[in-house]
């Protein structure tokens, strides 16, 4: 059974910082893991994901603004938000899927089979 747990969220003013984690646990050796969000409301965004080589994509609305890194383990990953707005409030989720091969750095919430719980993120101004 794969886990994931995202931790880091909270409140914060616009300008602030947060910085979002995400560990996966279960029977695969490394896990290709994006971040998305939700705004109530609204649907659900791929924010950011990151291939095999460490090269990242992001979503326009947080380009230059976050950072999506994970660990050489392949099980941990992490989002630093910088510049944060008040439109960059909703519910952050961690997902995953079992790494068999390549990961290339998907923003496609239909490639990933394991999401965590999300942590809340609001921005206010």
């Known amino acids: 059974q794969v886990r994931l747990v995202e931790s880091g969220g909270g409140s914060v003013q616009s300008g602030g910082s947060l910085r979002l984690s995400c560990a996966a646990s279960g029977p695969y050796s490394g896990y290709c893991m994006a971040w998305f969000r939700q705004a109530p409301g609204k649907e659900r965004e791929g924010v950011a994901g990151i291939d095999d080589d460490g090269n990242t994509n992001y979503a326009d609305s947080v380009k230059g603004r976050f950072t999506i890194s994970q660990d050489n383990a392949k099980n941990t990953l992490h989002l630093q938000m910088n510049s944060l707005k008040p439109e960059d409030t909703a519910m952050y989720y961690c997902?995953?899927?079992?790494?068999?091969?390549?990961?290339?750095?998907?923003?496609?919430?239909?490639?990933?089979?394991?999401w965590g719980p999300g942590t809340q993120v609001t921005v206010s101004s």
């Open positions: 997902a995953a899927e079992g790494q068999l091969g390549y990961c290339v750095g998907s923003r496609n919430e239909d490639e990933f089979s394991y």
